[in-house]
């Protein structure tokens, strides 16, 4: 079994693109005559009605049942069969609506947008006329467009080096006079009340040569900050007295507090603080050949990472050919990960596994895995010091969308350069931190001394008074920024929260960015996480894939386990019921990923009640969600 999908539900949009279709449409309907001669006078004998063979028999019948019924028993039937039909309707259409097939889903979705908008997710099969202004839209009707420049020549113009930006070189191209996704809206909510989990909505894209045709030819503006730069120390020697790590320069709370005050030149802390190069002699070391290509990537970068052997490697899918030649996929991995890899996919001598190249990374400065995937997660500006712009998805995650199309939704389009997802469910940082602490995601006592601290420097419950901003809790798996010297200080400052206090990022999030806000006029794209599903598939973590494959394998337990489970139960104390209980009610609900949070509302502890005893398996099962309380990493020392 490989990684299983939680699945894509998307809206069937029937009703929706015969709407589309019936405004569109012309009926054909011929003129009234007009008589040169003059009408016929009263007296004139009318035509017959001409009634099929069985007509009659019908009205008599008709006349019959409302002769013996009654009028108002006629009504009350009439509009018991009214309502009938429309029940019938909404049932139909919320069957529809709430249909799940994962990738497969996914595709269907696009097909539908692609009636809506005309447009569509890839560039095979793309018609240059949707996208052309017609007389129906009321929209000046131009001449066809000369031939498009293709994919193919931008990718020679590329490899001969004459290539600035694909903005330049689709001068040919011609961009209609209004988006194609001007008019797009979302469709109402599903009406099944019995899923009210997080599932994807409906996204608009435009295709990749509409993408490459807006992407910007320089980069955008950063205020105040022009110029950033790193400390480097490679003789640093630790401080037992400083909470963060060696791989982040242990910078003092001065320093600290210092590198929130945005000037037009700053140097601050940013991770590979040891050496004189990223990943080189720093901690997250890499290959030299590893090093030299990721320089060479200067537009998009697409990067995941997997440490532990904690996922299964996902294969991006729906990719366009340019995304293909000239987009980077980097997945990096350490040694546990790669055995895993070589022992199951196919490794070829280019280190690359499918559309994926795959970089073996040494000499972790993190004991905890998660820790160190907030590397790569917030320091690629660090590692691909040539790029452009960048897309980082978890490693549990399927991308189906192509990367320019989500550049182009997120970042360009709303003149962004930085997007992340809102948690679907909660906003406020208090709740989020009694959600990880439910779920036990990290040491309690050290949550409740971060939130304190950040408390201490202003930190408020979230409230509308903070609006604009939506939410001040993310759903980090995705990241999609543009690397300018504002973004870099961000993901910089972010990550030195994590590496100083806890490893959940979630929690540190808005401090710093509240902070940098403060200081100057810069806004980051919070979209709606229903939006993040809708191009990456998220995907069960391997060990809870290995544990499902061992019950089915297994089977049903014998029954003198069963009987002995009961005994061992009815031996335990009332109170140690009750916490069980409290405790499986703060259970997570997003079962494909630890990192995901609690749906536990604002984190409350549910008042303790006695439920019913379980039997057999439930039993059994239900002892399996109690997990022993985490230990404290040896990373990590409190401030």
């Known amino acids: 079994m490989t990684g299983g999908s939680l699945g894509l539900r998307s809206g069937s949009y029937g009703s929706l693109q015969a709407q589309i279709n019936g405004s569109s449409a012309v009926v054909a309907v011929s003129p009234l005559p007009t008589h040169s001669t003059p009408p016929p006078p009263p007296s004139a004998r009318k035509p017959s009605k001409m009634l099929l063979p069985g007509s009659r028999d019908k009205e008599r019948c008709l006349a019959w049942i409302c002769k013996l019924a009654g009028r108002r028993r006629v009504g009350m039937l009439l509009l018991l069969i009214a309502s009938a039909a429309v029940l019938l309707s909404f049932s139909i259409v919320s069957k529809d609506y709430d249909v799940s097939a994962g990738s497969e889903t996914n595709l269907n979705f696009s097909d539908q947008l692609k009636n809506i908008t005309n447009i569509g997710r890839g560039s095979t099969g793309f018609s240059r006329s949707s996208l052309i202004p017609s007389r129906d839209d009321n929209r000046v009707n131009s001449s066809p467009p000369p031939p498009f420049l293709g994919l193919k020549q931008l990718q020679a113009n590329i490899e001969n080096g004459t290539w600035s930006s694909p903005a330049s070189l689709l001068q040919h191209y011609q ?15 599903p009406a099944d009340k019995k899923r009210t989990g997080p599932r994807p909505c409906p996204v608009c894209y435009v295709p990749v040569e509409h993408a490459l045709a807006v992407m910007p030819a320089s980069q955008s503006p950063s205020p105040i900050l022009q110029n950033l730069t790193y400390f480097s120390d490679e003789n640093l020697l630790p401080n037992e007295s400083n909470a963060s790590s060696l791989f982040g320069g242990q910078p003092s709370l001065q320093q600290r507090n210092e590198s929130f005050d945005i000037k037009e030149s700053m140097t601050v802390h940013c991770g590979f603080v040891r050496g004189k190069k990223p990943g080189h002699g720093t901690g997250f070391n890499m290959d030299e050949d590893a090093l030299l290509e990721m320089e060479q990537c200067h537009g998009v970068v697409v990067a995941s990472a997997i440490f532990g052997n904690y996922d299964i490697l996902q294969q991006p899918k729906n990719m366009s050919d340019f995304a293909k030649q000239n987009a980077c996929f980097y997945m990096f991995v350490d040694e546990e990960t790669e055995a895993y890899i070589r022992n199951t996919s196919t490794w070829n001598d280019s280190n690359r596994v499918g559309l994926w190249r795959v970089v073996v990374v040494r000499n972790l400065p993190y004991t905890d895995a998660r820790r160190t995937g907030k590397i790569p997660k917030l320091l690629l500006h660090r590692i691909f010091p040539n790029a452009r712009f960048s897309i980082w998805i978890d490693g549990k995650l399927e991308l189906v969308v192509d990367p320019y199309q989500i550049l182009e939704r997120f970042l360009w389009r709303v003149n962004a350069t930085f997007a992340i997802s809102k948690h679907y469910r909660r906003f406020d940082v208090f709740e989020e931190a009694e959600a990880n602490k439910a779920a036990g995601k990290y040491v309690n006592a050290s949550i409740d001394y971060q939130i304190e601290f950040y408390r201490r420097e202003g930190l408020t419950h979230y409230s509308s008074a903070k609006l604009p901003i939506v939410s001040d809790v993310p759903e980090g798996c995705v990241i999609i920024r543009e690397h300018t010297p504002i973004t870099n200080l961000f993901t910089c400052l972010w990550f030195n929260e994590v590496d100083r206090f806890t490893s959940r990022d979630q929690i540190s999030f808005s401090t710093v960015r509240d902070k940098i806000m403060a200081k100057v006029d810069w806004r980051l794209n919070m979209f709606m996480d229903c939006e993040r599903r809708n191009f990456v598939i998220q995907a069960y973590h391997k060990d809870l894939l290995d544990q499902r494959k061992l019950q089915s394998l297994s089977g049903p337990p014998p029954p003198n386990a069963l009987l002995s489970n009961e005994a061992s139960s009815k031996s335990t104390t009332s109170t140690a019921v009750e916490v069980g209980k409290s405790t499986e009610s703060a259970a ?38 109690r997990r022993p309380r985490p230990l404290i990493p040896k990373d990590f020392t409190p401030a």
């Open 175 to 189: 961009i209609p006079a209004r988006h194609p996704c001007e008019h797009f809206a979302f469709p109402p909510p």
């Open 588 to 625: 997570v609900h997003v079962k494909s990923t630890p990192e995901a949070t609690v749906e536990d509302g604002a984190g409350k502890t549910p008042p303790l009640r006695k439920s019913p005893p379980r039997r057999g398996r439930d039993r059994k099962s239900g002892s399996k969600r």
